[in-house]
């Protein structure tokens, strides 16, 4: 049977959703922007992202939330990860109490330290919170739009939601894995746009790919040092939302996170290519929050310090790298 489906944010992963599940279901997509609303209802696109892409009769598109919500069995998140808790707090009152929530978000909240599934906890009412699937892994937007392949991992604490939404999504080119680690998928995802910026960086110095593998590595490692201070299975980061989504990120051209690193490398200033973007770079803001986090945790992360201090113009490129390679010797397992 077909699932009624709410798509909130009219961003390129919510667009890119939206085409998906519009395979089988009817799907209504919520824009911020009455006018981006009212766009794709008329002209079947959306004019500012993937707008190459016609957009199935199946999707109508809405400024307003309440309409967005009602009726929905399932509703999709996929605002920016600084406008989770103000969207989601308001959706709550308007969801259904039996709907399940997939949240696409990649970000810890810099103000809290909590993981996008942290926030939600915080703002929804407590009959969701089982209902919560965290939705991570190597998925480019563009590519699932266009029907690439693509393989992505839905993580909940109770698997039979986390199930649910798997046969709901899962077609020929997107396949779909479930598990319970909650925590680790979250940490994956949010971590690796930092290392994407370290290695970004590197590559814009033109640093060699030795050391963009070595980066990569050792970027996994801090990810999953502090994912298991937080409680998570060391073997998630291994998976799909660990090291898949960490590859895709750091080596793709598609990579904003990479791109941001790519252009501090090459000499420009962060809030120039900021100001050049029309879409967001998660891992600014979660490398700031990530740092804090680890501070409060006790937990040793050199790469993501050094890229807040680069972000910060506290040193540049070519010494924050250089700060990296004469650190303390020690074992690879430290």
Known sequence: MPTPVAV?????FGTCLAVLAARDHDVTIWARDPETAESIERERRNPRYLSDIELPANIKATADLSQALS????????????GVRDVMERAGRLMDPNAILV????????????TMHGVLEEVLPESLHPRIVCLSGPSFAREVAEHKPTAVT???????????????LSCPWFRCYTHDDVVGTEI??????????????CDGLD???????????RGLREITRLGQALGANPLTFLGLSGMGDLILTCTGDLSRNRNVGLEIGRGRRLDEIM??????AEGVRTTFAVCDLATRLGVDMPIAFGVRQILLGEVDPKAGGMALMTRQLRSEYE
């Open 8 to 12: 909130l944010g009219a961003g390129s």
């Open 71 to 82: 009726g929905q069995e399932m509703v999709i998140c996929a605002v920016p990860s600084h």
């Open 103 to 114: 949240s696409t978000v990649k970000g810890i909240e810099i103000e809290t330290g909590l």
């Open 154 to 168: 839905l993580a909940c604490r109770e698997e039979s939601y986390a199930i649910a939404v798997q046969t709901a």
């Open 188 to 201: 994956g995802g949010a971590l690796k746009n930092v290392v994407a910026i370290a290695v970004g960086i």
């Open 207 to 217: 640093a060699g790919m030795n050391a963009r593998a070595g980066l990569m590595t």
């Open 275 to 280: 100001g050049g973007m029309s879409q967001v």
